[in-house]
């Protein structure tokens, strides 16, 4: 099973400033196929990105996601008061299993 | 517009069993595998099941091997999770997601459900 570990697991910023968060694999991720979603409270997650790098339709630019392997990273260039939530990667073409990371609680500082 | 609904959530005790449902509306749903995702009260997501669209390759996450089964009718346009012999554990709301593509068994989930609340207690 790939587990994955996202830091920090919580990211305190303000809006207007530039979030990156993190997503370490522990073994390879083939073909990049590694996502990132968005959870607000009450709500089912959102997906940001898949394929490592691909905006899912309707995502703002300010979302980009990077990386390759076992390290991986979601940036928000300048943080709006809506992107203030948690965030999970997954895995889901590497082995038959998915598997989520621990999320990341992004607050305002 | 496409939507997932998930049903039969509930308070069960310890050992007990319940079934999930998920009705899938507006895509063509015998097309795309399917997802089972729940979330602890205050934790993270973990995947627990996933079914290709004509239900040949099965998965499970270990955590619930030999005690839940998933299954689709595509006929009716739904998803099920059979859950047996049920922990205290197994306590989360339970959502249904679906595979973005249709051309592939594996992909990132672009539909959710709800959710509904699953609480094991005596």
């Known amino acids: 099973e790939i587990v994955l570990t996202q830091s920090p697991g919580t990211l305190s910023l303000s809006p207007g400033e530039r979030a990156t968060l993190s997503c370490r694999a522990s073994?390879?991720?083939?073909?990049?196929?590694l996502a990132w979603y968005q959870q607000k409270p009450g709500q089912a997650p959102r997906l940001l990105i898949y394929g490592a790098s691909s905006r899912a339709t309707g995502i703002p630019d300010r979302f980009s996601g990077s990386g390759s392997g076992t390290d991986f990273t979601l940036t928000i260039s300048r943080l709006e008061p809506e992107d203030f939530a948690v965030y999970y990667c997954?895995?889901?073409?590497?082995?038959?299993?998915?598997?989520f990371g621990q999320g990341t609680k992004l607050e305002i500082k | 517009e496409v939507q997932l609904v998930e049903s039969g959530g509930g308070l069960v005790k310890p050992g007990g069993s319940l079934r999930l449902s998920c009705a899938a509306s507006g895509f063509t749903f015998s097309s795309y595998s399917m997802n089972w995702v729940r979330q602890a009260p205050g934790k993270g997501l973990e995947w627990v099941s996933s079914?290709?669209?004509?239900?040949?390759?099965?998965y499970y996450a270990d955590s619930v091997k030999g005690r839940f089964t998933i299954s689709r009718d595509n006929a009716k346009n739904s998803l099920y999770l059979q859950m047996n012999s049920l922990r205290a554990e197994d306590t989360a709301v339970y959502y249904c997601?679906?595979?973005?593509?249709?051309?592939?068994?594996?992909?990132?989930?672009?539909?959710w459900g709800q959710g509904t609340l699953v609480t094991v207690s005596s």
């Open positions: 073994q390879s991720v083939s073909s990049s196929y």
């Open positions: 997601a679906r595979v973005s593509s249709s051309w592939t068994r594996k992909g990132p989930f672009d539909y």
């Open positions: 997954q895995q889901y073409g590497s082995s038959p299993r998915d598997t």
């Open positions: 079914i290709s669209s004509s239900s040949s390759y099965i």
